[in-house]
């Protein structure tokens, strides 16, 4: 075949592939197992026909519960702005007529678990069943994603609000599904890292991980040693006037995730990672002096003094405060890069704040590095670079969060022109952080050992949201998908079509995301 040929013949395939894009991509699909929903589900059967939302529909809630009326309202509240319709949200004893939405917990199928779902959508009805609210609110985020994009946007849309008729059954592979914001190189606010919250809820992300100290940065308030917000909290990478959360800001967003199912966990950074404290308080130091404050992007120089009691009330302190003000399981302990504590002090260290942290009713996280000291009951490690550190803390009974750098770390760049972020673990394409499976990454580690995943996004050069998006966005809808949907279901091939077809959500959601070339992008509808 001659080139000319050649590429005409290319050129037809291109365009073949082309329209059947188009042809499949209408959104809504006319049938439900053409929906693009990210994360996967387990399970969808199609059946003939489709739900018209009207602007008479209302949410009906199964009485009974005030939590369950509160998911109500959150659905009716995410339907309003773009309908334009009223929607009421009503109690009731009994399934609703034709044309509304039912909310129920009288769920059938014990294998839905907490957080799993079944929607069973016909022409007359969409039913949502859990058997606990927060499935309940993972079935929502289903739902909004099986509504046309529009459905996003914040201003009335001409509809109509079609939704494929079918049944979805669905619930996670791992119970925890992660990420982790680092609030200290770079401070986000109350208002920011709410915004963020949101998009996860959109993904089914039920952990969030707030870094919140460092060399350059303490950002919480602590009452007995006001020094480390008002001093350590004063700047950050680059300069600037940083910024730390009060208890009470704290609180509301405590509440604020909790009210979407998702859980906050906090991380102190130590015994390394630690000059803001040091430069705030001249005790915790070997050499009884303050530090500077430190702008740059450097790890692993600094060290509280390991040996001295004051540091053990200084942890005692830290970690009672923090404990009041978190409602979830875990404190996180940090642990890592510790390059300038002696192994013979950090050991002991790391026992002991354990028992610290189990002290005030708290179970532990911590970097992997902290398997080389002994792991007390229901620790946790978290495995994001040496594979012999996650080892040795299942040999210890251990269950692993996986966020193998060169997969997870969302602060990486995707290849070499990503003008933000890192580069030391490689470059991670789209592709690259879907295209893996957490119970196969580390031999000896099983789904068994595993709690699940988390996506760090480190910010020594993330400044804002709009950098923020864009190394988050379209990473984290494949890493969510890694994390809940089965590893047997999961395929690039397929994946990046569905992904393509969120482009029009992005845009709805106004999010900053990096279109890869690698994904056939649908941005109209
Ligand atoms: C390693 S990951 C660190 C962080 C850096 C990050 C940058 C980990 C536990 N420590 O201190 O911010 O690399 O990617």
Redesign the pocket.
């Known amino acids: 075949m001659n080139i000319i040929r050649f590429r005409s013949v290319i050129a037809i395939f291109i365009s073949a592939i082309s329209v059947a894009y188009l042809s499949c991509s209408s959104n809504p699909p006319s049938n439900i197992s053409g929906a693009s929903l990210i994360p996967k589900p387990v399970s969808v059967t199609n059946s003939p026909g489709w739900f018209m939302l009207e602007s008479d529909a209302a949410v009906y809630v199964s009485s009974g519960s005030d939590e369950l009326m509160k998911t109500g309202n959150y659905l009716a509240e995410k339907l309003r702005p773009a309908t334009g319709y009223k929607i009421d949200v009503k109690a009731t004893d009994k399934t609703p007529g034709a044309g509304n939405i039912f909310i129920t917990l009288a769920a059938s199928e014990p294998k839905l678990g907490n957080e799993g779902y079944e929607l069973v959508i016909t022409d007359k009805k969409i039913v949502l069943s859990a058997n606990k609210p927060e499935g309940i609110f993972n079935g929502i985020q289903t739902l909004r994603q099986l509504f046309p994009s529009s459905v996003e946007l914040a201003t009335r849309q001409a509809g109509p609000w079609k939704v494929a008729s079918g049944t979805i059954v669905d619930y996670p592979e791992y119970p925890y599904r992660g990420v982790m914001l680092?609030v200290a190189?770079h401070f986000f606010g109350v208002n920011e890292v709410k915004q963020y919250i949101d998009l996860l809820a959109c993904y089914k992300i039920n952990a969030l991980h707030l870094h919140l100290s460092d060399d350059q940065g303490w950002r919480i308030e602590i009452k007995s040693w006001p020094q480390l917000a008002l001093h350590g909290g004063s700047t950050q990478v680059g300069g600037g006037n940083g910024g730390y959360y009060t208890q009470e800001q704290y609180s509301d967003l405590v509440k604020y995730a909790a009210d979407r199912y998702i859980t906050i966990i906090p991380e102190i950074d130590m015994p390394g990672?630690i000059n803001a404290a040091l430069s705030s308080y001249p005790e915790l130091n070997m050499n009884n002096k303050v530090t500077e404050l430190y702008r740059g992007t450097e790890?692993g120089f600094s060290t509280i003094d390991t040996k001295k009691e004051v540091s053990y009330k200084f942890v005692d302190d830290v970690v009672r405060e923090l404990a009041a003000i978190t409602t979830g399981p875990y404190i996180h302990i940090g642990g890592?890069?510790s390059h300038v504590t002696k192994r013979e002090d950090y050991i002991p260290f790391v026992k002991k704040v354990q028992e610290i942290v189990r002290s005030h009713g708290k179970q532990v996280m911590g970097?992997d590095e902290i398997s080389l000291s002994e792991l007390g009951p229901n620790t946790v490690a978290q495995y994001?670079s040496n594979a012999q550190n996650a080892q040795r803390a299942v040999s210890q009974g251990a269950k692993v969060l996986m966020s193998p750098?060169a997969k997870t770390?969302i602060?990486m760049k995707y290849d070499s022109t990503t003008v933000l972020g890192?580069h030391?673990a490689g470059y991670i394409e789209v592709d690259s952080a879907y295209i893996w499976d957490p119970a196969k990454l580390v031999p000896g580690i099983g789904k068994e050992n595993i709690l699940g995943v988390e996506a760090?996004l480190?910010t020594?050069t993330i400044a804002d949201m709009k950098d923020l998006e864009y190394m988050v966005f379209p990473r984290l809808p494949g890493i969510a998908e890694v994390a809940w949907s089965p590893a047997s279901s999961r395929n690039w091939a397929e994946y990046s079509v569905r992904l393509g077809r969120h482009a029009a959500r992005f845009n709805a959601l106004q999010i900053n995301y990096y279109a890869s070339k690698l994904v056939p992008w649908v941005k109209a509808e």
Do not use: G, S
């Open positions: 680092d190189r990672h790890v890592d890069e970097w994001w750098a770390y602060d890192l030391w760090p480190w020594e």
